[in-house]
């Protein structure tokens, strides 16, 4: 390491310490009404680097309420205006880049070099991007049935947002829900995730020195004791979440006696096909890619069912093994990191729990992978290595279960249609993606997988500009993009506008 690197490491524990404590109301970081607090745990460690306060219903109803007086004043800023201020936001948090992406390092355990730089990046992107399209909050006007009669919808702010924010891609998440509902009138409350909320409260800190007082609020806590409450709201006219499966259906729950319109983004078990015109030049590092071994497996559209044609079987095998041992796992704060560690010892003793049945199953090989390091540095914290495994059958947990870690299977197939039924074989319909050079093959994949997010030649994260979410179990609606902002952020009003008595002849 060197100085100016230590210097950047010791700033953002400074700044965790700094921000230790405090929810954002109101403008302004602020203790919080509950006493409890809850630890915040660096995993490449398990160094304490702050706490955030346990928040309840109590600290929940001050946000809302903030939110809900700022909203009076910020649905009727010209929606333009809004978007200025939020593009003012985005050249704050550029200039303090760094420092955000060593915090969401610290937080998160990802490697600072290839995800907390450049999610900090995209955050930043996604942030401009909603404040251009701020002027694009257009409704639509609609033929009359008579000429004086003048017809047309205008588009109009829902009101005080929730937002339930994971851990594994804290940053992005938190614009993601943040810049459009802000762009469109809205305000906003977001929970942040347990395991890494600091990173997002230094991100809100900053927007709001552009912002007015009260749009953007932060709470933090856990999941029942905060994000429940904040659901449950009455003056919560809109949440949006993102995290697993279970949880996405019980907010649905929480939400349905008072009809507020819910966007769920959740898990996959994503399948990769692998055809055998494959291109293996790019499906092998594709396929490294796509199954985000460098943020440890932990991604929603994470590729960990890879299909690959019997005839190249081996090949694949062999090329994908051989990159892998090439994948640096180290110091999430180290440039020449290329894999961090895993969030958690609870997300961490998962993976293991999946490898434990992997090892128990007939049949099953460890490719690559699948041993906890031993180097002392690494021993001390979730470090996992990347881990192929195959030999396991399609209804084996591993290959059913979405583990969120390091892990990925391969399954030989020599048939399409049988690899597309065992492709959707899933409850989970979020991301999926092909590797040929055939256009027509390629064609028939998008014609029949069942996803939200389906690639052709690449594995692709998912980016701003692009609608993302799920099917099925996945999710319900789409964010990152424009349409996005416009459905699920704002609502619709319809107009008829009759003169009544004829214009006055002039
Ligand atoms: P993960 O397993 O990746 O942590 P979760 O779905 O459990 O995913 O968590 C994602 C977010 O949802 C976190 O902010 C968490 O605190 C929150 N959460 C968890 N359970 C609930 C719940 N019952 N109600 C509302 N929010 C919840």
């Given at each position: 390491m060197n100085n100016t690197t230590i210097d950047w490491n010791q700033k953002a524990r400074d700044t965790a310490t700094r921000l230790s404590g405090k929810i954002l109301i109101d403008g302004q970081l602020t203790d919080a009404l509950c006493r409890d607090t809850i630890d915040v745990i660096h995993?490449?460690?398990?160094?304490?680097?702050g706490h955030v306060p346990r928040c309840n219903e109590a600290d929940v109803d001050r946000a809302v309420n903030s939110a809900q007086q700022a909203f009076s004043s910020w649905r009727n800023v010209a929606a333009r205006e809004r978007g200025r201020q939020l593009q003012l936001a985005a050249d704050q948090l550029e200039i303090e880049k760094e420092l955000i992406a060593r915090l969401c390092s610290l937080d998160t355990?990802?490697?600072?070099?290839?995800?907390s730089r450049p999610e900090t990046a995209s955050t930043i992107d996604l942030t401009r991007m909603f404040g251009g399209l701020a002027s694009e909050l257009k409704g639509e006007t609609v033929p009359s049935a008579s000429a004086n009669v003048l017809q047309f919808s205008i588009r109009e702010p829902i009101g005080v947002v929730g937002g339930i924010i994971p851990w594994n891609a804290p940053l992005f998440l938190f614009v993601a829900k943040v810049a459009p509902a802000l762009a469109a009138g809205n305000t906003v409350v977001i929970k942040t995730a347990e395991q890494a909320p600091l990173c997002v409260l230094l991100v809100a800190e900053i927007m709001n020195r552009e912002?007015?007082?009260?749009?953007l609020n932060i709470v933090s806590g856990y999941g029942e004791e905060c994000g429940k409450p904040l659901c449950e709201h009455?003056?919560?006219?809109k949440v949006t979440f993102t995290g697993s499966m279970p949880v996405g259906c019980a907010i649905a729950g929480y939400v349905a006696s008072k009809l507020c319109p819910v966007t769920l983004e959740l898990g996959g078990k994503n399948p990769a096909i692998i055809m055998p015109d494959a291109d293996l030049d790019l499906a092998i590092p594709g396929i490294i890619d796509g199954m985000r071994y460098t943020r440890q497996?932990?991604?929603?559209?994470?590729?960990?069912r890879v299909f690959v044609h019997r005839d190249l079987y081996d090949q694949v095998v062999e090329g994908v093994v051989t990159s892998l041992a090439k994948l640096k796992l180290g110091?999430?704060?180290?440039?020449?990191?290329d894999m961090g560690c895993i969030i958690s010892e609870e997300q961490l003793n998962r993976t293991l729990h999946y490898m434990e049945i992997a090892r128990n199953t007939?049949?099953?090989?460890?490719?690559?992978g699948g041993e906890r390091p031993t180097e002392p540095l690494l021993a001390k914290g979730y470090y996992y290595p990347p881990t192929l495994l195959d030999g396991?059958?399609?209804?084996n947990d591993v290959c059913r279960?979405?583990?969120?870690?390091p892990v990925a299977t391969l399954l030989p197939f020599t048939d399409f249609n049988s690899v597309i039924s065992d492709a959707n074989d899933t409850e989970f319909g979020l991301a999926a993606n092909l590797w040929t050079r055939d256009l027509a093959r390629a064609m028939a994949f998008v014609n029949q997988i069942e996803a939200g997010f389906v690639q052709v030649n690449q594995c692709a994260a998912p980016r701003s500009n692009v609608s993302y979410g799920g099917i099925k179990m996945s999710g319900l609606g789409k964010e990152y993009a424009l349409d996005s902002m416009l459905n699920h952020f704002t609502q619709s009003k319809t107009v008829m506008i009759n003169p009544g008595t004829p214009a006055a002849s002039v």
């Open positions: 995993p490449g460690d398990i160094s304490n680097i355990g990802n490697a600072i070099r290839t995800q912002l007015p007082p009260g749009v009455p003056l919560v006219r497996g932990q991604a929603c559209t994470a590729a960990t110091d999430p704060l180290d440039d020449e990191t007939e049949g099953a090989r460890i490719l690559f396991l059958q399609l209804d279960d979405e583990i969120f870690g």
